[in-house]
């Protein structure tokens, strides 16, 4: 597999990759999705690794439900 690191990648790999692992954003009816997609934008605009922002979010649910 291909790294998905910012530095291995261009805008529109990340783009790509974001895209392929969410699936069909538009295809959900309540609309929430669309949120779970604007968290990736800082990956997609090389500000932020996917794994940071991936801890981020488990560290903000885990400090809510506990």
Known sequence: MKSILIKD???EERERI?????GNVNGY???????VADMYQSYIDGKKEISDINMEYAR?????NS
């Open 18 to 22: 974001v895209a392929e692992s969410i």
């Open 60 to 64: 903000q649910y885990c400090e809510k």
């Open 29 to 35: 009816c309540d609309g929430c999705m669309a949120g």
């Open 9 to 11: 990648t261009t805008r």
